[in-house]
C-alpha cells in the first residue's frame, strides 16, 4: 500500500520523476518513498508503439491507435480523465505550449490523450476534450484532439513501448505517474520525450519539425534545429553554441555582401558630374 502523502508534495515529487530515471542530477527513484520508486519515464527513443491497440475515442467508437498514424506525427499524453491535479497540469500545458503555434492539430499533428485508468468511460473523455479544445481557442482544429478510453492490455502495452510506468493505490483508487510527453513520428515509432509540466513552444515546434521528418515547417525551423540540439537527459533543446556562432559568421558576410551590392547599384545610379564627356 502506498502511505498516504500530502498532495502537492506528492505532485512535487511525481514532476521530477520523468528525468530522473535518465539524468541522475534529478531526484533519484531511489529517493522515492515506497512503490513510487517504481514511478517514471524510461526513455525508449525509436520505439515503435504498436498500432493495432484497440481503444474507444471519445464519442464511444471502437478505433484502433494507428488510425491517428501514419501521415503526421503526434503529441501522445498518458493521463487518466478523474485524475485529481497532476494530468490536468500535464494536458494544460501541452495545450499551453501548442498554442502559440503556427502548426495546426488535425493538418500538421495530433494529439493523442490514452487514458491509464480501464475504468474511464467516453463520457469522461468527452468532458476532458471539450475543456482542453475551449481552452485551446482554435476553432476547426477539434478533429485534430483525440481522447481515448480502453481496456487494461491495450493500457500496458502502450505504456511500455513509451516507457511509461505508473502504480495504482487501490486505497486511494488512484494513479501515481510521472509528468511528461512523448512525441511519435507518423509511423509510431518515439521520437522525443518533454518531462515536467512546462513544454516551451519552440521546443515543441522543434520536436514536431523532427518527428515528422522536415515534412512541416520552415526554413526558420530548419535554421533553428541547426543552432539547437535535443538532449535526452533533460528533455529539452539546447543551444549549440559553435553552430550559433556559424549561423551568426554566415548572416554577418551575407549582410556585408548586400551592402556592397546595394552601395555600388545607388553609385551607378547617381548621374555625372555636370560638364562630364
Known amino acids: ?17 520523468g528525468a530522473a530515471h535518465a539524468d541522475s542530477s534529478v531526484v533519484p527513484s531511489s529517493a522515492m518513498p515506497g512503490p513510487l520508486k517504481a514511478v517514471r519515464y524510461d526513455q525508449r527513443l525509436g520505439e515503435q508503439v504498436p498500432l493495432d491497440l484497440p481503444f474507444l475515442d471519445e464519442t464511444g467508437r471502437p478505433v484502433k491507435l494507428g488510425s491517428y498514424l501514419g501521415s503526421r506525427p503526434a503529441v501522445l499524453v498518458l493521463a487518466y480523465y478523474r485524475c485529481p491535479m497532476l494530468c490536468d497540469m500535464v494536458m494544460q500545458a501541452a495545450e499551453s505550449g ?52 480502453g481496456a487494461k492490455p491495450s493500457i500496458e502495452r502502450l505504456a511500455h513501448a ?16 510521472a509528468a511528461g510527453i512523448v512525441l511519435l513520428t507518423p509511423g509510431g515509432k518515439v521520437s522525443r520525450y518533454f518531462f515536467g ?28 534545429l541547426y543552432c539547437f540540439h535535443y538532449d535526452p537527459a533533460i528533455g529539452r533543446y539546447s543551444a549549440i553554441t559553435l553552430n550559433i556562432m556559424r549561423v551568426a559568421a554566415l548572416a554577418t558576410v551575407i549582410g556585408l555582401v548586400l551592402m556592397i551590392v546595394l552601395l555600388r547599384r545607388r553609385e551607378a545610379a547617381q548621374p555625372g558630374p555636370l560638364g562630364a564627356a
Open 162 to 177: 513509451v516507457g511509461f510506468q505508473y502504480v495504482y493505490d487501490p486505497e486511494k483508487q488512484q494513479f501515481a505517474h
Open 197 to 224: 509540466i512546462e513544454y516551451p513552444p519552440r521546443d515543441l515546434r522543434l520536436g514536431l519539425v523532427e518527428a515528422s521528418g522536415n515534412k512541416i515547417g520552415g526554413l526558420v525551423d530548419q535554421v533553428l
Open 98 to 149: 501548442l498554442r502559440p503555434l503556427s502548426l495546426d492539430p488535425g493538418k500538421d499533428f495530433d494529439v493523442i490523450v490514452a487514458s491509464i485508468d480501464p475504468a474511464d468511460t467516453p463520457e469522461r473523455a468527452m468532458m476532458k476534450k471539450r475543456d482542453i479544445v475551449k481552452r485551446y481557442s482554435r476553432p476547426g482544429t477539434e478533429a485534430g484532439w483525440h481522447f481515448l478510453t
Open 1 to 17: 500500500m502506498i502511505r498516504p502523502i500530502p498532495g502537492l508534495t506528492l505532485t512535487a515529487l511525481l514532476l521530477t520523476a
